[in-house]
């Protein structure tokens, strides 16, 4: 008998993704995340000094920008600098970022937020690359749903850090350099982390390291959802609004659905480990197009509420499978390129999704908008019929 649960200890032991490793990168990356929600103070503090919301808004589109130029660098720095020291210098990129957030000069925050926006380009495939090698393959689906609730922590946590603490003592310009001080902080601890499954190649700037072929059809697949999800993550309170809700009514809406994708996102990668990535990806995609129709069709607090959580549900957990799916399909050096696509994906998505969501709205509204955003979905479930051969081969693997 207590050989039996010395067994048993052990089995759990290999297979929990609770590593050191995995506890220390989440507790980074929320407290990255955390410090990095204070920018959505940036233009109050600038129109405090007399710097206009149209400059403001124009200096930050270098932000987006940034984000997808610096793919070409941060693939191919990926097979070359080990992980855990490429995710320490995008801390240096943030804190630089923000201490030029702490500088009232428009020149000074443009520079800012060239920092932050290449600041993305590396920290995400980064941070990937070491979660891959922290935890056991075969929960890795898990380990990426557990792993995306460290943004909702962060996003609760920066807010009443920053608002409520550091400008109240500090005011933003001086909350700012706090902030810069603990990405800082955040860098050196970076350092500590360990990767094991990494061999440093020699540095070639190819396609193939920039972009992983074998990642395509998910980043297209991806790249359709994000499109017509921006619609959801910029519109659903003026739509709410629009159906007569108050800002209490949308408080619980946005509330609600911020809990269960949480609880949907960490459960629905559990099934793709147990199950299958295939079983659950397929119809986590026609849940998410139906969810957009309900939602498109309600007018109620309640059926409003119901809608959001399959929508936001669904797609967080086909965001997390196929983040897992693309770094499993190429070798430890190129996990980095990998991650990079599927961010490509996200980062191309919601750039020209807000400019498609803002066109339709004016044209044919947001209930119409909605149902037209069914289409991207079809043409998902096409292009993983087109890539089931390959996903079944990976799952089996």
Known sequence: MKLWRIVKVEAQKKTSIFSKNFVLLYFIMMMTRTFMVSDKGISVALESVGISAALIGSLSTIFGLLAVLGRIFSGPASTVVRPNRMLAFSMLLDAGAFFCYSIPNVYVYAVGRILEGLTYAFQGPASMMILADAVPHERYNTAIGVF????????????????????????????????????????????????????????????RNMIAPECITPLLIMLCLSVTFTTIDIFTTSYCASRGMSDDEISIILAVSSIAT???????SMLADKFSMRKVLLPCIIIYALGLVFFAKSDTLLLLTLASIPVNGAYTVVGNIISALTVQQVEPERRGVAAGTFSLAYDVGFMIGHAIAGFLVTK???????????????????????YWKKLTAVDNH
């Not at 949480?262 to 629905?268: E, K, P, R």
């Not at 947001?366 to 019929?385: E, G, R, T």
Request: charged share 10%; proline share 3%.
């Open 148 to 207: 995306t609730t460290r943004s909702y922590v962060g996003s609760t946590l920066g807010p009443i850090l920053f608002f409520s603490f550091l400008v109240k003592y500090f005011g933003y310009f001086g909350g700012y350099r706090w902030i810069a001080l603990g990405l800082l902080i955040m860098a050196g601890l970076s350092l500590t982390l360990k990767v094991k499954e990494f061999t440093p190649q020699k540095l070639k700037f190819s396609v």
């Open 364 to 386: 044919i509204g947001y209930s119409s908008m909605f149902l037209w955003c069914v289409a991207p979905c079809v043409l998902c479930l096409c292009l993983l019929a087109l």
């Open 262 to 268: 949480i609880v949907i996102g960490i459960v629905g």
